[in-house]
T-cell receptor
């Protein structure tokens, strides 16, 4: 059974640009959550999607958005990038909510 | 709100020595606790979890953690560490249907 796949693994963007990250969950999992990891703030929850609906949301500005498709694949988008958005973005898939989360390898975003 | 505290940001230890990584959580009626490990440039891997039942939980690679309700702790232990255990370890709790992580403990194993 394939694990959680995040693409791309690495990204370099310029301030002001926007970026889209992708996450393919484990087959059969309908929940996808996104986390941001930075040295200063640690691991912070962005949002969770379940069956194409946002079910939970963290405390991030509206520049951070996401969506989920009918095949459970999820994308997150960050608009008007800031230097502080540089981070490792982790996706987790689950069939049973947060008690059974499997993480992908992450996408390392660098904003210059 | 649920939270976890990892008091040690770094733990240096020699190979084959025992180690304990500390984690304390804020008390609640129901507690679901986890330890995740992160190797350099990798995502998070679940090491072990406590949902209910036996307070001592074990992983396949020799780590164990004990849920202690009276001390609100979930410390991670290994009796003999290996060089390959060098990584960052995160304690987490479920709160508001999401994982809430501690700040992490970097375990550095020296030969």
């Amino acid at each position: 059974k394939a694990g959680v796949t995040q693409t791309p693994r690495y990204l370099i963007k310029t301030r002001g640009q926007q970026v889209t990250l992708s996450c393919s969950p484990i087959s059969g999992h309908r929940s996808v959550s996104w986390y941001q990891q930075t040295p200063g703030q640690g691991l912070q929850f962005l949002f969770e999607y379940f069956s194409e609906t946002q079910r939970n949301k963290g405390n991030f500005p509206g520049r951070f958005s996401g969506r989920q498709f009918s095949n459970s694949r999820s994308e997150m988008n960050v608009s008007t990038l800031e230097l502080g958005d540089s981070a490792l973005y982790l996706c987790a898939s689950s069939s049973q909510g947060a008690t059974e989360a499997f993480f992908g390898q992450g996408t390392r975003l660098t904003v210059v | 709100a649920q939270s976890v505290t990892q008091l040690d940001s770094q733990v240096p230890v020699f190979e084959e020595a025992p180690v304990e990584l500390r984690c304390n959580y804020s008390s609640s009626v129901s507690v679901y606790l986890f330890w995740y490990v992160q190797y350099p440039n990798q995502g998070l891997q679940l090491l072990l979890k406590y949902l209910s039942g036996s307070t001592l939980v074990e992983s396949i690679n020799g780590f164990e953690a004990e849920f202690n309700k009276s001390q609100t702790s979930f410390h991670l232990r290994k009796p003999s560490v290996h060089i390959s255990d060098t990584a960052e370890y995160f304690c987490a709790v479920v709160g508001s249907d999401k994982l809430i992580f501690g700040t992490g403990t970097r375990l550095q194993v020296f030969p």
